[in-house]
């Protein structure tokens, strides 16, 4: 294998972090990866895994080996009653994927699109969005054995996805931190597929479409549904076509949604939400009501609650706020920024680690709830 030393991994992580690989093997195929393995020693020495560096907060050197992951392509896989069985290599950029998939003509990961980061990472975070999580539509993935070399595959049942959580992100004895790489990832995309529009941005959109058609049945549900804080439950089916958008229009919408919310990581750096949400009982909540009434919560299908962390950070204040030149994002508290992006003096991951941490501190004091972050810091 080819080791390259001393690289810069600044243009490779989101947050724009000054911060150099000592050594770094970029993976361009299975087998690369592969003979990588017999190379090294990964089983005493477990090398750090960069993919879309959308998810990290480097705070220092990475002395580790770094594998680079850059095995690309996109395909079809097979055709079945129900779905599009759709796979894409592991250094794929995430939105990429997405946009040509509903191109193709099969919908289902709309929903996700435009978030940062590569194919591969995808189910190590079980990303999710507006309704959809990557297990809604994960069929299987590909991975290698950082100790042995060889290739496996797993299926839903055995990636124990949970909220932005999966068997990878854990070094237990079952756990994969560490001990394998994601190769490739595939889809199952329903053919019989509707709309998800349950969400509130998106429900605005969704109203917004339908005030724009102009046949009475159309103007008929338009105001019915106006009139719901959420969308009809109604069967799709029952609907005229012209009122169903199509998976493409509901792309654009989520990249309109997010461009409005987000900041694009190539102006201002960033690792987009920082803090995962957090779930409490229906008593948690009802005592936090008590004290904000303002809270914003969600029910979830298993009785917990979950509640918005930009909320909780937003009402302690820390909006437009930071630490050196780390930032809390204007436009959305649960977003830190590299304030110094594309000057002399960006931000540190030490000041970085040292907001975040005076935030949950924040929190923690003000509601009793202790945010954890969702990225890798290393």
């Not at 940062?116 to 975070?125: D, E, I, N, T």
């Not at 839903?156 to 237990?172: E, L, N, P």
């Not at 994969?176 to 053919?191: D, N, W």
Request: net charge neutral; aromatic share 8%.
């Amino acid at each position: 294998m080819f080791v390259e030393k001393n690289v810069p991994l600044q243009p490779y992580n989101s947050f724009g972090i000054v911060a150099k690989a000592q050594q770094l093997v970029r993976i361009s195929s299975t087998e690369a990866l592969q003979a990588a393995c017999k190379e090294g020693n990964f089983a005493a020495e477990p090398p750090f895994v960069l993919g879309g560096g959308c998810n990290i907060v480097l705070t220092g050197d990475v002395k580790p080996l770094v594998l680079k992951m850059e095995i690309m392509g996109k395909r079809l896989v097979e055709e079945t009653a129900r779905h599009f069985v759709v796979e894409a290599g592991a250094g794929e950029n995430w939105h990429e994927f997405v946009a040509w998939s509903v191109a193709q003509g099969w919908p289902g990961l709309e929903n996700l699109a435009l978030i940062p980061g590569s194919v591969g990472a995808a189910p190590v975070q079980n990303i999710g969005a507006y309704g959809v999580e990557l297990q809604d539509r994960f069929h299987s993935l590909d991975a290698v054995n950082l100790h042995t070399g060889e290739l496996f595959t797993l299926e839903a049942s055995q990636c124990a996805f949970g909220y932005r959580d999966s068997v990878f992100k854990h070094a237990t004895q079952t756990g994969l931190l560490g001990k394998a790489v994601i190769t490739a990832v595939r889809f199952a995309l329903p053919k019989a597929w509707r709309p998800e529009v349950s969400y509130a941005d998106l429900s605005r959109k969704y109203a917004d479409f339908l005030s724009q058609i102009g046949t009475s049945p159309a103007q008929n549900l338009r105001e019915v549904l106006l009139k719901q804080e959420q969308l009809s439950r109604r069967s799709w089916a029952e609907m005229l076509p012209e009122l169903i958008p199509s998976a493409s229009q509901i792309l654009d919408w989520v990249v309109q949604i997010r461009r409005a919310k987000l900041p694009d990581p190539a102006v201002i750096g960033n690792a987009g939400s920082f803090f995962k949400n957090p779930f409490v009982t229906p008593e948690q909540r009802a005592d936090i009501i008590a004290r904000e009434p303002k809270v914003v919560s969600y029910n979830m299908p298993d009785g917990s609650i979950k509640l918005a962390a930009g909320w909780l950070i937003d009402a302690c204040g820390w909006k437009g706020k930071g630490v050196g030149n780390a930032g809390v994002y204007e436009k959305q508290a649960l977003v830190l920024v590299n304030k110094g992006t594309g000057t002399a003096t960006p931000a540190t991951g030490g000041e970085v680690m040292t907001l975040a941490k005076a935030i949950q501190t924040s929190v923690y004091e003000r509601f009793g709830i202790l945010l954890e972050p969702e990225p890798v810091v290393v």
